[in-house]
């Protein structure tokens, strides 16, 4: 169990990170006014009653929190199953687990996740997302990187008939 508990540790703090952010935004910034904090990025406080670009919105509370309970056994299924030596790897899917309960703590306590972030331009702009979804993002990014790290690192064979 020793083994874990770094990652355990991460996935709390990027938990608490997320709710105190959010805390802070909803305390703190006015709904759906946009707050220019340089040219292409914005806060923007506003609610998302789906998952990932407001997708599966139709499916209610319940149901979106049924799938983020699936989806999050299923990465901590993944991170049980990877060897002990891919740091990288468990590091990735401890984001994804803490961005993930992060935005379900919300789903379950409002009924929606609040989103503030935006990056724009005068003439388009990007979904509205939050830090929890960042810590998703760049999770999955890293695990996807490991990966091609470890199909680097395979033994290759080596001699004339190689």
């Given amino acids: 169990m020793k ?3 770094p990652y355990a540790l991460l996935v709390i703090a990027a938990i608490a990170l997320d709710q105190w ?5 909803e305390t703190g910034l006015a709904f759906q006014e946009k707050f220019d904090l340089v040219p ?3 806060l923007y406080r506003t609610y998302n009653t789906g998952i990932a670009f407001s ?8 149901g979106l929190v049924v799938i983020a309970v699936l989806v999050v056994a299923f990465v901590l299924y993944l991170a049980a199953r990877t060897p002990p ?5 468990r590091t990735g899917f401890a984001l994804i687990v803490g961005g993930a309960l992060g935005n379900l703590l919300d789903r379950a306590t409002y009924g929606h996740v609040i989103d503030y972030i935006l990056f724009h331009t005068p003439v388009w702009s990007f979904a509205v ?11 999955a990014a890293v695990v996807v990187f490991d990966e091609l790290i470890g199909w680097r690192r395979e033994v290759r064979p080596q001699g004339p008939d190689a």
Avoid at 21 to 25: E, I, L, P, R, T
Avoid at 55 to 62: N, P, Q
């Fill in 3 to 5: 083994s874990w508990s």
């Fill in 55 to 62: 997708m599966f919105s139709s499916f209610g509370d319940t």
């Fill in 21 to 25: 952010v959010k805390y802070m935004v």
């Fill in 85 to 89: 030596g891919h740091v990288v790897a």
């Fill in 129 to 139: 997302f939050n830090l929890a979804d960042a810590f998703i993002s760049v999770g």
């Fill in 40 to 42: 292409f990025l914005a």
